[in-house]
């Protein structure tokens, strides 16, 4: 049963790392001014900050299709249904990413009153205009064809149309582990069995470009699997990026240091959470006032809350 509580539950993920160490107002904005600003009763500053979580960007909307996209072709294929072609997954993808333009140009007044139902996009909300920037319109227009058709030409893809002899568990869930009481969660975008191999295979589809922080997330994936089914060598584990923009693949082989260094990162990341809390047994922030805000411009100028931040920029 669902429980309105408080003050929400201490969890960590990476993403929630790399919030904290950004910008310390946001963290708080994110993960507790937010927090029940999903009840129509809530408070006013919960439902403002959370409207303003809601707010996604061109970039991170078109990924966000992407992704819900492939997941849904992977289940055609693995229920017998037909596949799309690539024309009809670009159309798709294509009619979305108009929609989303409609949602936060038109219905705006929708999205206020059901921001999790609604898009709205970062370059239509504070650039108070109706209009996209073009270089914007002509980068996602350039991706959108080769990401399709990278995807379809995946090795990825081939394992998934080479199905009976491959065994696949759901991915794409909020899965977590539990360390020390606390949830660490672990979103996996594609996870099988290759039974010729005996080996298992972890998928990550990447809509943008390498980065630094794949390889502590496809450790903290190889863990979770470990763990979760009882591997008993990091050998019997795959590790995949498929990067769409580049049509390039990279399987990774991680060792027992790599583990350490995930939980390493960790632990320390969640101890360096609870110096933000005012009571750590009910994970009660201190006051918005001690969580120090980002000096860089640059970095606020991509930021959702600009409008708390700085009032006259909205």
């Not at 929708?110 to 909300?125: A, D, G, I, Q, S």
């Not at 496809?218 to 795959?238: G, N, P, R, V």
């Amino acid at each position: 049963m669902f429980e309105v509580r408080r003050f929400p539950e201490l969890s960590w993920s990476l993403s929630r790392h790399k919030t904290m160490l950004t910008c310390l107002r946001k963290y708080a904005y994110d993960y507790y001014v937010s927090h029940n600003g999903w009840l129509t009763d809530g408070d006013s500053l919960a439902r403002q900050a959370y409207r303003l979580k809601k707010i996604t960007n061109l970039e991170m909307h078109f990924g966000s299709v992407v992704h819900d996209l492939i997941y849904q072709i992977i289940q055609h294929v693995l229920s017998g249904k037909e596949i799309p072609s690539e024309e009809a997954v670009v159309d798709e993808i294509r009619h979305h990413l108009n929609r989303g333009f409609v949602e936060s140009t038109r219905k705006e007044h929708l999205w206020y009153n059901r921001p999790k139902h609604y898009t709205m996009l970062h370059e239509v909300y504070y650039s108070q205009t109706n209009t996209l920037p073009p270089s914007k319109i002509t980068k996602i227009t350039d991706r959108l064809h080769s990401t399709v058709k990278n995807f379809y030409a995946s090795q990825s893809f081939a394992d998934v149309l080479n199905k009976q002899n491959m065994r696949f568990i759901e991915s794409e869930k909020f899965r977590f582990m539990k360390v020390d009481g606390t949830k660490i969660f672990v979103v996996m975008d594609l996870v099988y069995k290759d039974l010729r191999q005996g080996k298992w295979v972890i998928v990550d589809w990447k809509t943008g470009k390498s980065s630094d922080e794949d390889r502590n997330q496809l450790a903290l994936y190889a863990l979770y699997l470990q763990q979760k089914h009882d591997i008993e060598s990091l050998d019997d584990i795959i590790i995949r990026n498929e990067y769409l923009l580049e049509s390039t693949n990279i399987e990774h082989k991680l060792n027992e240091h790599d583990l350490v260094n995930v939980q390493r990162l960790y632990h320390i990341s969640i101890e360096q959470m609870k110096e933000h809390l005012l009571d750590s047994e009910q994970n009660q922030p201190l006051p918005i006032e001690q969580y120090p805000m980002q000096e860089d411009p640059r970095i606020c100028a991509r930021c959702n809350y600009q409008e708390l931040c700085f009032p006259a920029s909205k």
